[in-house]
């Protein structure tokens, strides 16, 4: 199996000698880690209340729609595309996180933080995967 940046560990696909070296996944996972990391940070930092505990309890929910997303996904055979893996483990990562706010009592969902959610966490999500796109094929 392969992504945009090269062929990624795959148990069920036979090596060849032909194909190149395979790519680990766990870059990509920080990859969307630090996109959800940063957008806590920068909403706490926003609203005067960026302590580390406060920090991650904001985190919480959507590092589990990330987790969810990936492994619902099974984002680990091609985590740097942007189209399925990406828009599906974005998709996951806010619909749960706004779904898990509240459940956990952690704040209420606004629509204008909805919004704000969906389009940061889009565009550095996806963002890093058309970047990272864009780069392979200017290698090849």
């Known amino acids: ?4 940046l090269g062929p990624v560990n795959d148990a ?3 090596a060849s000698p032909t194909t190149p070296t395979a790519r680990p996944a766990w870059p990509a996972a920080v990859c ?19 302590g580390v505990g406060h920090v991650a309890l904001v985190g919480l929910p959507f590092v589990v729609g990330l987790a969810v ?3 619902a996904t099974r ?4 985590p740097a595309q942007v189209w399925p893996t990406g828009v599906a483990v974005w998709f ?24 704000v959610t969906a389009v940061f966490l889009g565009v550095t999500m996806l963002g890093w995967r058309a970047l990272a796109a864009l780069a392979a094929r200017r290698r090849a």
Request: glycine share 10%; hydrophobic share 55%.
């Open 69 to 71: 997303g990936w492994l």
């Open 92 to 115: 996951a990562t806010v619909v749960l996180g706004l779904v898990l706010r509240p459940v956990l009592g952690i704040g209420g969902v606004e629509v204008s933080f909805a919004i």
């Open 32 to 50: 969307d880690l630090v996109c959800v990391l940063v957008f806590t940070v920068v909403g706490t930092l926003n609203h005067d209340t960026a």
């Open 1 to 4: 199996m392969s992504d945009s």
């Open 12 to 14: 069920s696909a036979p």
């Open 75 to 78: 984002a680990w055979r091609a």
